[in-house]
């Protein structure tokens, strides 16, 4: 049974940061590539970040570009999500993926396995 747990969420003030971790268990986790999406009450899912299955190739959002990284242990199974400069627009929960076939998919919203999710609250 696959599952992304996700953690590392909290609430925070405007300019603070948080770090994200999403772990796995129950899939290879070195042939996914892993991705951040997130919610914000009354609003659509929106894309966040997302890296390859080697750590190689990484995808940003322009709302969090110079802002949020990514990165990957494969040795560990884990997802990070670096969040700096964090802003109340930031306000969401945010969810990993996986996806089997490579970033593009995941980018778009079609990954194979999701989490599910983990608050983050930023005051002004």
């Known amino acids: 049974q696959v599952q992304l747990v996700e953690s590392g969420g909290g609430l925070v003030q405007a300019g603070g940061s948080l770090r994200l971790s999403c772990a796995a268990s129950?899939?290879?986790?070195?042939?996914?590539?892993m991705g951040w999406f997130r919610q914000a009450p009354g609003k659509e899912r929106e894309f966040v970040a997302a890296?390859?299955?080697?750590?190689?190739?990484?995808y940003y959002a322009d709302s969090v570009k110079g802002r949020f990284s990514i990165s990957r242990d494969n040795a560990k199974k884990t997802v990070y999500l670096q969040m700096d400069s964090l802003k109340p627009e930031d306000t969401a929960i945010y969810s990993c993926?996986?996806?089997?076939?490579?970033?593009?998919?995941?980018?778009?919203?079609?990954?194979?396995?999701w989490g599910q999710g983990t608050q983050v609250t930023v005051s002004s």
């Open positions: 993926v996986a996806g089997r076939s490579g970033p593009g998919p995941v980018v778009a919203g079609r990954g194979d396995y």
């Open positions: 129950g899939l290879a986790f070195g042939m996914y590539a």
């Open positions: 890296i390859s299955w080697n750590g190689g190739s990484t």
